[in-house]
């Protein structure tokens, strides 16, 4: 019997679809059922942004973030890139992001800072993300079957971590955490904290809380379903 989560998610999401390479589009994500196994992938999507910004043939880069991130991206003085369509291109990164691109969450959110009024810097560090993407569009998200016919509390594994003082203009740190469920990401988020910790292990406790508050919320819901 397939397990209750990839088989709810096809059955309650699948409604209008396009076939793609014998895979469903489903809000805007490939999906491609196979036995117990759901993958889902956004390269098409990554395609389609690289081509949009000129960049489908430009060489790809191993990391989301330019060398010198955030202090680079402050220290720029140069002029506002106005007729730059930025927050047109920082849109769909940020929906890559949100939906299937867990290792791009904090540059997204880096990127976002400087949405106002990007400068040449930060131009260029939106242009190297759509690059590791380009260079990576081939990851996705692998959900198997679970044989539980219930939801335990050891079917969700979570990661949390934080930097501390990353942002050099306020000295806040940022909070990033993953949620799991069997085996495949469920949630994800990388925010800048709304407290200056005053040590890392206060940075820590303020990302493991936030990452709690999301399990115990998600426990709730499946243990509903």
Known sequence: QDGIFVSDVWRKFKLKTKNLNEGSIILGQLMKRDG??????????ID???????????????????????RLLLEDTSEVQSE??????????????TVARPDIAYTAGVLSRFSAAPRSKAVQALKHCVRYLLGTKDLSFL??????????????????????AGDLGNGKSTTGYVIMLNGGPICWKSRKQTIVAKSTAEAEYVATSACASEVLWFRNIYEEL
Do not use: E, H
């Open 36 to 45: 117990d196994t759901l993958k889902i992938s956004v390269a098409f999507k």
């Open 84 to 97: 730059y369509p930025y927050l047109s291109y920082l849109g769909s990164i940020l929906w890559i992001a």
């Open 143 to 164: 959900y198997r079957s679970s044989k539980d016919t219930k939801l335990s509390v050891s079917n969700i594994v979570a990661y949390s971590d934080s930097d501390w």
């Open 48 to 70: 389609k942004l690289a081509d949009d910004m000129g960049l489908a043939q430009a060489n790809t880069v191993s990391t989301p973030m330019t060398k010198g991130g955030l």
